[in-house]
């Protein structure tokens, strides 16, 4: 069974600093795909960024970007230049390839963002 | 376009009643999920639909938990007799028909249930 583990429960961070969220996972397949998603307080989850296993290039979106190492198996967020609206939890989600796969998620880092 | 829309937002039952759920997800989407996740904890799929057809509904608790999507569009989670331990926010998720793994899963704001 696929397993996420996101070993930093909480994070912080100063406004306008770079923060780095951990996750590292367990899968057999080589055919995945590894999520970062957002869940603001009270509202709804969304999708920061995601990294096609097959892809050795890592996947950036504007402040965000990943350290993906597959060999490592570990699937890391890099926020940039972080802004206040960017306290939220942070899941790191595994999916295998396939069109009927399920999301598999980590337990989630809560980062807080100081002035 | 429409979110994802899940009624109700908040919900108090004493334990041993009954509570649904219900979840209308983005329009022509073919898959739903449900996600329990519990205070502290990560999301944890409780069963995904394809279209009216169950996929996987391995993390189910059937002896108490029941799910349907008629016609494949909105869906009702239900929970009898509730207990303690499904304290918890359960959340519905929707992917549009022939989602890869790359695809995008778009969230509702979930139902956060308490039970006393």
């Known amino acids: 069974a696929q397993t996420v583990t996101q070993s930093q429960p909480e994070m912080s961070v100063q406004e306008a600093e770079t923060v780095t969220l951990s996750c590292t996972y367990d899968t057999s397949e080589s055919d995945y795909y590894l999520f970062w998603y957002k869940q603001p307080p009270s509202r709804q989850m969304i999708l920061v960024i995601r990294q096609e296993a097959y892809k050795q290039q890592n996947a950036t979106e504007n402040r965000f970007s990943v350290n993906f190492q597959k060999a490592a198996k570990s699937f890391s967020l890099k926020i940039s230049d972080s802004q206040l609206g960017d306290a939220a939890m942070y899941f790191c989600a595994y999916r295998k390839g396939g069109t009927a796969s399920k999301l598999t998620f980590g337990t989630g880092t809560r980062l807080q963002v100081t002035l | 376009e429409a979110g994802v829309a899940q009624s109700p937002r908040y919900k108090i039952i004493e334990k041993r009643q009954s509570v649904a759920f219900w979840c209308n997800p983005i329009?022509?989407?073919?898959?739903l999920y449900w996600y329990q996740q519990i205070l502290g904890q990560g999301p944890k799929l409780l069963i995904q639909?394809?279209?009216?057809?169950?996929v996987d509904d391995s993390q189910l608790p059937k002896d108490r938990f029941s799910a349907e999507r008629l016609k494949g569009v909105d869906s009702t989670l239900k929970i009898q007799p509730a207990k303690l331990e499904d304290s918890a926010v359960y959340l519905c998720a929707s992917t549009p028909s022939g989602t890869w793994g790359a695809g995008e899963l778009f969230f509702g704001e979930g139902s956060r249930l308490t039970v006393l």
């Open positions: 329009s022509g989407h073919a898959t």
């Open positions: 639909f394809q279209n009216n057809g169950v």
